[in-house]
């Protein structure tokens, strides 16, 4: 539905003036980035892959250095003060958790343009985010570091200070990262952590694919390119049919064959049971 937006020179956009259509078609322009570790860096990289004029995006980090290692490699501008970020356009928050009030609050007297801000920051609710910063334009999101390659999965919620064409500017933003989904503010910690911890429990899987190929004998190299390959199609598969994954499980296990003998021996192992107690165990801390 949302469609990617290739760059090209605007001016500083005012929220309250432009119609929904200008929003849909409009690159965002300046694009502020207010900590840019593992999630910030991979926001930074997929919209550069998608388009965007790093120099319209500004980087501020905890240590100045490290913005400007930023500039060296992907040529981004590095900002040394939040104040250097008044005039954005949209902002995105990617600092750990327990820095995104404070940060929120510097915001709060700099948004000269009452810019859409993004957060990253799982855990942080509205409520507490809107304590800081009365009427902010919010949206909450939890992205995956796939969005570096524009093949992120991110769930996003809205606050409700966020005006329709804030809306689309933020979200027009997201689908430049990957697939998004919008969900109910409550249901974003799970739909978060299924999408952000679970690519961790896939190299889990790839590398242990890869050391029982390694054990009977197949290239290490060759091993990961026959898996991730193998992944890609299954998971591709399993998203454009929306076939039902006992179904398409059902399908490649034949009567007495090896895939089935295969599928009951991870089960001996408890493989579902452990993959469901390692989100409940997620979301019980
Ligand atoms: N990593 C993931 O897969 C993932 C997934 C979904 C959501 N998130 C969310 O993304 C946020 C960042 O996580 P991360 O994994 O990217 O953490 P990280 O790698 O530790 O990066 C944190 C970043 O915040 C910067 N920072 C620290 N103090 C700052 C300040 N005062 N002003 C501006 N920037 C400051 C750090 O800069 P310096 O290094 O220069 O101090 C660093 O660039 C968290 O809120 C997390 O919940 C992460």
Redesign the pocket.
Known sequence: MWSSLKAYSVPSISYDKITEKEVNRRVIMKISI???????TAIIKGLINNGQNPKQILV????YE?ALNLRQSLGITAVQALSDLATSDIYIL????T?ITK?LSELSNINQQNAPIIS???GVSFDEMLAIYPNAPLLRC????PVAINQGMTSFSTSSHLSDNQKTLAINLLNQLGHTIEVPEDKLGIA?TIA?CSPAFIDVFIEALSDAAVTNGLDRALSYEIITEMMKGSAALAAESKIHPGILKDDVTSPGGDTIKGVVALEKNNFRFAVIDAINTILQD
Do not use: F, R, S
């Open positions: 207010i900590g840019a570790g593992k999630m910030g501020k980090t905890g240590h490290n990617a600092t750990p958790a820095l940060t990253v920051a799982a939890i992205p995956n570091t978060g952000g």
